[in-house]
């Protein structure tokens, strides 16, 4: 890249040729009529046009054609002329500087890059990617890649250039931080750390396989465009703004010698000159701006004045520098004087003339010396130095063969024309001698338009030297000070300086930026013998003063009452003096040169003219309209700026602030059209969906509304009648483009992106109503016109999302559960809309709950629409629509402001006929199921119970389910729904217990009275079905109510207890009852061996004549094992007290009868046995003691004792060990 600095060559450049060429017609043509330019163009361009009819008969196109060629040139030219403002803004700027405080800018992404994204997070959905996660991130991934990723409104956000990779990473961390929170805690591992390794796998997936560091080796200016910008680059980035080519640039930066500092300076003075002028010259035609009140007009002058005041002190506070390309952009301190400089009492202020401080230095380099011949070769020689009134140095010694040194010493001077000795010294080698000799010396006068070079001198030498013909070799640098501007000698005559015509030293010296002044000095002298402040002064050539001898070219200084004419020893320092002194006295008028070679940059300047570069340099700044030029660098910067690579959102980059200041400070650009026209931009861009920061926005509307209502944001108290029309312009279109954005705000803001902006645009639409700054607007005012957006937002929110669905196709031709079935996805769409409008939007309209709730209102009653029309094409008593009601309830009920509202009534309006519907024929139903299961009933168990009544809890359980899962929110309906419910299912409880009780009956009924009867399968059923009827009695018929329905609802449902309770314990005592008749029966065939019967004579004789032959079993024994395996195996069933209690009681009774026979053998071991071992086995089932020995069982086992004693004396072993005493040997 060429440096902009640098000189530009003799026209060498091919690339740039035929541009030049082009350039150079079009400036040669630019003094021409436009119809002449355009024939110009066209025979330029090699279209040949046929001859018209008529001079005067032109085509419509033709017309067209030249006409746009025509704007099309002053376009070009505008932008050139703004460009020459903008040049000397970056290279002399002593206003502004780039901020460091602003936010940096995102890169934005493009539509191409979006789809990248979503073919990464896809082919990581489909397990293509190496990385590594759980299913709670997968969830995560895939809720972001449907919601967020594969939406049209970030679709929209991205192609609008609003969107940045940033807002993709923040909207998935907000999503994963609910997520996270509602996860349970796991010892050792913190929700922080989970939150961190998913945004760190959520960066590897949104990265994909790139390679980081694959960068370009360059950046592109639009990427550094964020940071602090070099000149260079600020050159660089409005050359691409305003269109302007690289060669263009070159001419202009060396035609306005923007590398030279002081020219820079100089001319900002000629323009603060200049607007001074116009200011008084406005003041005096009294040719005003149009004001809003004519005692602004006095005030108007006033302010250009302090606003000129101002830079010249802003100016004034620049130290001098050299400038260059080394000169740093920095931050001025403003005067914080309210007085600024009056150019009136400038003049009034003398200076003196220790006033003019001047310090130089020196640098003196010793090469060698030649020609010494009167010192023996090996003696040693050396040289001092010394600037005359500082210090002396000696360079190092030599040998007198060989004197050569290259040492340098360094000096500083307050003297312009300081006195240098060098001197030659040999060492004495005398004993007596006190100091070198000294071999000659050499008297410098340097200047700092000495030459650089090294240079022989000859020495002067003592008399009768031998060395006639010394010479020393050396340089001596005398450099000039940051405020010498220009030095040398030169004839001067004055009237009140320098009265004699003689040849002077003159520096032209630069005491501030806007003090100079022309100083003679004499030798060894630091303060000037005379002086003269340019101040007021103007410079021009002029031609020889007769009388005057000495000097050959003349030029003057001219003011009110005094001439100073000066004369040089040739024209080229006379042009450098001149040129010095003009840019010093800030004369609007340019010298020119009596002769063409001797003009200024003579070769810069003649092609700056061929090529029509010199109009726009010549421009006065004073004379432009400054307003208009900077309404276009704006809005091409602007332009820029949206089309660069970051997401911006309208706010400019550091630099382009930084130019945008300059130029309005230093061109008299008021702060309030700045802003009016930066309004009006954005507002352009806002309206065609780009996205602008509403905080921008607010920042120059309230700068605007501050300035028309007479606050003085800038100190600028005048209102023009033109500010204040486009002010009230832009006000009703800001307000027109917030409404739509507010209606429009899941489009505008989607997923609250940018961050922050719905909330900003709601603070500055607040301020838009406002009437002045100083009198809030009223907040019905607001909620009033809040509420009017929002009520269009519902109705475009329900438009787009019907459209999106594809709903009105299917309300129009498809079958009643198609339709069922789409209506339940856009319930379940219009929920997740609303959702997201309370995750995303709640924050900003959180000052109006109430406008969103009827937002959600309006929104729900379109849908009530639909829904109502799919409710309606349902068939009779059709039961799909329930979970409609569900999905829709669950949400409205758990949302404080819609709940029980106006939609949430009309669903339940609707809904209540269908569930009490519903009630009737389930109730009808189970009835029926309950009358059919129990006649059919084969009483197989069922898991708890049969199958009809496993069937009967499954469908009270289910049916009280299924309400309790309707949540009605009406709290009446749903404590009827409830008691309802619960009634039912006490009365089917009833009724299933009062049939397994008859069926029980009937099973006891067709028993038989055997020790053979075993507890079938089916009675234990029917005992479960009691069991679970009273196990589900207290989850389906309990009640939580209030507390008086509470108390007569627990005498129903104690009652249903109790009917439970009493059926248990009669089907029990009908089972020990069909136990006791086992006991009687076995009782009874003992009856049959009472003493003094004939039966048992004969079983006696019978048993005693066999046993003489045979073993005869003993016949008490078989009866009695067979009743004890009948009692344990059914023990195995019930485990009853009543059962022992009963059985001890059949027993002691059958011994009353018999309390005056003595029992028979076969009857005592019989009884004995069945006692002892249905002792042992109750008390084996747990059964008290208290209970086992009651007064029953002591009773028998009193009267079995003694029957067991009386048969032991009487018959001695009889028993067969059988015995009432508790045995370890007896038969178990």
């Known amino acids: 890249m060429l440096d902009p600095s640098s000189s530009e060559e003799e026209s060498g450049d091919e690339v740039l040729e035929q541009e030049r060429r082009d350039v150079l017609l079009a400036g040669s043509q630019r003094s021409l009529p436009a119809q002449g330019r355009d024939s110009r163009n066209e025979r330029r361009s090699g279209t040949a046009r046929p001859a018209s009819p008529s001079p005067a008969v032109i085509s419509e196109k033709e017309k067209e054609d030249q006409d746009r060629l025509q704007r099309e040139e002053d376009e070009r030219r505008t932008r050139l002329q703004i460009y020459v403002f903008v040049l000397r803004c970056i290279a002399y700027p002593f206003n502004a500087k780039q901020p460091t405080d602003m936010s940096r800018r995102q890169q934005k992404l493009n539509r191409q890059q979006l789809l990248t994204i979503k073919e990464r997070f896809q082919a990581f959905l489909s397990g293509e990617t190496q990385i590594v996660a759980d299913e709670a991130f997968c969830n995560a991934i895939r809720s972001y890649f449907e919601v967020f990723l594969k939406s049209d409104r970030v679709a929209r956000l991205v192609q609008s250039g609003g969107c940045s990779a940033n807002d993709f990473r923040e909207v998935f961390k907000k999503n994963i931080e609910k997520r996270v929170r509602s996860l349970p805690e796991i010892d ?7 939150l961190s390794s998913w945004i760190a796998k959520f960066d590897a997936i949104y990265r994909g396989e790139e390679d980081l560091r694959k960068q370009l080796p360059r950046m592109h200016l639009n990427a550094v465009s964020e940071l602090i910008l070099s000149k260079e680059q600020l050159y660089e980035m409005f050359q691409h703004i305003l269109g302007v080519k690289k060669f263009e640039h070159q001419l202009l930066y060396n035609a306005c010698q923007l590398d030279n500092a002081d020219e820079q300076a100089a001319q900002i003075r000629r323009e603060l000159d200049g607007r001074l002028q116009l200011a008084d010259q406005m003041a005096k035609e009294r040719k005003y701006p149009k004001f809003v009140a004519k005692e602004m007009e006095i005030l108007y002058i006033e302010e250009l004045k302090s ?20 000169f740093k952009l920095q931050k001025l301190k403003r005067s914080q004087n309210s007085s600024f ?31 010494l011949r009167s010192v023996a070769p090996n003696r040693i020689v050396y040289c001092t130095m010394e600037v005359e009134g500082g210090e002396k140095l000696q360079t190092d010694q030599a040998e007198a063969s060989r004197p050569q040194w290259g040492t340098q010493g360094d000096f500083t001077t307050t003297h312009p024309l300081p006195v240098v000795k060098v001197k030659l010294f040999t060492e004495s080698t005398g004993v007596l ?23 022989l001198h000859k020495m002067i030498v003592p008399k009768n030297s031998q060395d006639s013909e010394l010479r020393i070799k050396l340089a001596v640098r005398m450099d000039k000070p940051p405020n010498t501007k220009h030095c040398g000698y030169l004839y001067a005559l004055g009237q009140k300086v320098w009265k004699r015509w003689k040849r002077r030293y003159f520096v032209l010296v630069q005491v501030s930026q806007y003090t100079f002044a022309m100083c003679s000095y004499r030798e060894k002298k630091s303060e000037p013998q005379e002086l003269m402040q340019l101040e007021g002064y103007t410079v021009d050539y002029t031609d020889p003063q007769p009388g005057l001898t000495g000097g050959r070219a003349f030029f003057n200084a001219v003011k ?48 700056t003219q061929k090529l029509g ?25 602007l332009q820029h700026r949206m089309n660069d690579s970051f997401s911006c959102l309208g706010w400019f980059s550091p630099g382009q602030v930084f130019v945008l200041d300059e130029y309005c400070a230093r061109y008299g650009v008021r702060g309030c059209h700045r802003h009016l026209c930066y309004l009006k931009e954005l507002t352009e861009y806002a309206e065609n969906s780009a996205v602008i920061d509403p905080t921008l926005l607010h920042y120059s509307f309230a700068f605007c509304a501050s300035h028309v209502h007479g606050n003085r944001p800038d100190g600028i108290g005048t209102v023009t009648t033109e500010e204040k029309e486009q002010f009230e312009d832009i006000k009703s279109r800001l307000l027109s483009l917030l409404e739509n954005q507010i209606v429009h705000f899941r489009y505008c803001f989607p997923f ?163 569930v009490i519907r519903y009630i009737d024929l389930m109730e009808s139903s189970i009835a029926q199921s309950i009358h059919r299961g129990f006649e059919q009933e084969t009483w197989q168990p069922v898991n708890n119970g049969s199958t009809t009544s496993e069937d009967l809890f499954w469908k009270l359980d289910a049916l009280q389910m299924f309400v309790c899962d309707l949540h009605w929110p009406e709290p009446e309906f749903a404590q009827h729904l409830e008691q309802r419910l619960k009634l039912m299912a006490s009365d089917m409880v009833e009724a299933s217990v009062k049939r397994t009780r008859i069926a029980f009956d009937a099973k006891m009924q067709k028993a038989n009275k055997s020790t053979d009867y075993r507890i079938s399968p089916s009675v234990c059923t029917m005992f479960n079905v009691l069991m679970d009827a009273k196990k589900q009695c207290t989850k389906l018929c309990v009640l939580d109510a209030g507390q008086e329905f509470g108390k007569q609802w627990q005498q129903y449902h104690s009652k249903t207890d109790d009917l439970i309770e009493e059926a248990f314990k009669e089907m029990i005592s009908l089972l020990v009852s069909k136990f006791v008749a086992v006991l009687e029966g076995v009782l009874a065939k003992l009856s049959r061996y009472d003493e003094g019967t004939l039966f048992s004579s004969i079983l006696s004789f019978t048993v005693k004549a066999a046993a003489k032959y045979v073993d005869v079993p003993n016949p008490g024994m078989d009866l009695a094992d067979t009743y004890i395996t009948f009692v344990r195996q059914n023990q195995d069933i019930l485990r009853d007290k009543q059962w022992y209690t009963s059985s001890m009681k059949a027993i002691c009774v059958w ?47 009193n009267r079995l004792t003694v029957e067991e004693a009386t048969v032991s004396v009487t018959n001695g072993s009889d028993l067969q060990g059988i015995s009432m005493r508790d045995s370890d040997e007896e038969e178990g």
């Open 188 to 194: 050792g591992l913190s929700k922080e750390t989970v």
């Open 307 to 326: 606003s000129v005041n101002l830079l010249m002190a802003n100016l004034e506070s620049l130290p001098v520098s050299k400038g260059g390309s080394e």
């Open 341 to 371: 400089l009056d150019i009136g009492d400038e003049n009034d202020t003398q200076l003196s003339k220790s006033d003019v401080v001047l310090s130089f230095t020196l640098e003196i380099v010793i090469i060698e010396v030649q020609g």
């Open 433 to 455: 001698a006190l100091e070198d000799k000294e071999l000659g010396k050499v008297v410098l006068y340097p200047t700092p338009n000495s030459p650089k070079s090294p240079e």
């Open 560 to 607: 009110e009452g005094d001439t100073v004419v000066f004369a040089s020893d040739d024209d080229q320092d006379r042009n450098i003096w001149v040129q010095a002194m003009c840019r010093a006295t800030g004369q609007s008028y340019k010298p020119v040169a009596p002769t063409l070679a001797q003009k200024h940059n003579f070769k810069d300047s003649e092609r």
């Open 613 to 637: 570069m010199d109009e726009f340099i010549a421009a006065d700044p004073c004379k432009c309209m400054h307003t208009a030029l900077f309404q276009v660098l704006q809005k091409q910067t």
């Open 752 to 914: 609250g992106r940018p961050e922050g902006a719905l909330k900003a645009t709601l603070s500055l639409l607040e301020r838009v109503l406002m009437k002045d700054i100083s009198t809030p607007v009223l907040p019905d005012d607001m909620k009033k016109v809040i509420r009017k957006c929002l009520e269009k937002a519902a109705l475009i929110n329900y438009s787009r999302l019907t459209e999106y669905a594809k709903i009105e196709d299917t309300m129009n031709q498809a079958a009643p559960a198609k339709k069922l079935e789409d209506v339940m996805r856009l319930g379940e769409l219009c929920i997740e809309v609303l959702q997201q409008n309370e995750e995303h939007h709640s924050e900003a309209f959180a000052w109006w709950p109430e406008i969103m709730a009827e937002h959600a209102e309006i929104f729900w009653s379109l849908y009530a629409v639909d829904m109502d029309a799919s409710l309606e094409a349902q068939p009779q008593d059709s039961w799909d629509s329930f979970p409609l009601f569900q999905l829709l309830n669950n949400y409205l009920r758990n949302d404080t402001l819609l709940c029980n509202g106006k939609f949430h009534k009309h669903l339940q309006d609707y809904f209540i006929p269908l």
């Open 1151 to 1197: 011994l009353t009868d018999r309390l005056d026979l003595q029992l028979h053998m076969y009857q005592l071991k019989t009884l004995i046995r069945i006692v002892k071992k249905s002792y042992r086995d109750f008390r084996l089932q747990s059964v008290l003691e208290g209970t086992l020995n009651n007064k029953t069982y002591e009773t028998v086992y």
